[in-house]
């Protein structure tokens, strides 16, 4: 059976016509490849999924990696990331939203994008899905650099821009911190959890994707800082803090975005060299497991700031 494409809302597809639970050869891998690197954000539905298909699927895109943190994956399958909400564990990352408590609410961000060498996708499955909440925002910046005037362009052409890891939102520049409150048990600092000092990152503004060659406008509000040198391209370092939030606002747009409100049996793989995404989070208490597998990629698109 032939795969049909179907766009979903703004950005990404879903493919039809796929079944997981069937051999899938060489034509197949290739086309579901081709797809991934046209379309960024692939969502399919109504699978079969248990660890060993969704690592053996995986593997199509790429070398797998295995989670830095033992503690999160299983020991049979080390390839697979478990996200589960449990209370003893969603206290830490329980904060407040304009007087609602939400856990595991995540800024727009790439993952591993704070190392400078993100990895270059991952594919998610629901195993339990929250029974309200819960979704995963993403958000395509290949088109998000497509639709900039010719004159924006030109101005980040040259530019620099960092990412300061940070465990506190409230230290984060460029998020929307109208309404928030940490949480009491939120992590003041990485080595509360375990995390080591992450150094600044830096990163061109527009990175050209080591596979597909689209540009792709490396602008994402979590752990965003600053522009490197901004007098180099001619500005202040007033007109450089309004310049990232115009770009952040830019990112923003809907039209950029698709939300996936998740339902059993879907998958969403995504290329994190492309797309950001972002997590609205559940109420404590609600059931969530997520299984994760994450495609390695080959590439460093940051540098670490030493001075
Ligand atoms: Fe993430």
Not at 134 to 159: H, M, P, S, V
């Given at each position: ?140 910046l290949a088109k998000a650099y497509d639709a900039l005037d010719e004159e924006t ?155």
């Amino acid at each position: 059976m032939a795969l049909q494409v179907t766009p979903l809302d703004n950005v990404g597809v879903e493919i039809s016509g796929f079944d997981i639970t069937r051999p899938i050869d060489e034509a197949l891998a290739a086309e579901l490849v081709a797809l991934w690197n046209e379309h960024g954000i692939l969502l399919f539905r109504g699978q079969d999924v248990n660890p060993q298909n969704q690592i053996a699927f995986s593997r199509i895109f790429g070398e797998l990696a295995m989670h830095p943190l033992a503690a999160t994956t299983s020991q049979e399958y080390p390839e697979l990331f478990t996200l589960v909400n449990e209370p003893e564990k969603e206290k830490f990352m329980t904060a407040r939203y304009n007087g609602r408590d939400m856990v595991n609410k995540l800024d727009w961000h790439m993952d591993l994008h704070y190392t400078g060498r993100p990895n270059r996708g991952a594919l998610l499955r629901a195993v339990v899905c929250a029974s309200e909440d819960g979704l995963t925002g993403f958000g395509d910046l290949a088109k998000a650099y497509d639709a900039l005037d010719e004159e924006t362009r030109q101005l980040i052409a040259n530019i620099e821009v960092t990412y300061a890891f940070s465990m506190q939102r409230r230290h984060m520049r460029y998020v929307d911190l109208r309404g928030y409150e940490p949480g009491t048990y939120s992590p003041k600092k990485p080595s509360d959890i375990g995390f080591p000092n992450f150094p600044e990152v830096a990163y061109p503004a527009v990175v050209t994707h080591p596979v597909t060659g689209r540009k792709v406008l490396e602008i994402c509000e979590q752990f965003l800082e600053r522009i490197v040198a901004p007098h180099r391209v001619g500005l202040c370092n007033d007109e450089a803090v309004d310049l990232l939030q115009r770009l952040v606002e830019h990112t923003r747009k809907s039209e950029f975005h698709y939300f996936h409100q998740w339902q059993p049996g879907d998958m969403v793989l995504w290329d994190n060299w492309r797309a950001m995404h972002c997590a609205t989070g559940t109420r404590p208490g609600v059931q969530r497991v997520i299984h994760r597998t994450t495609i390695m990629g080959d590439a460093t698109l940051g540098r670490v700031v030493d001075s």
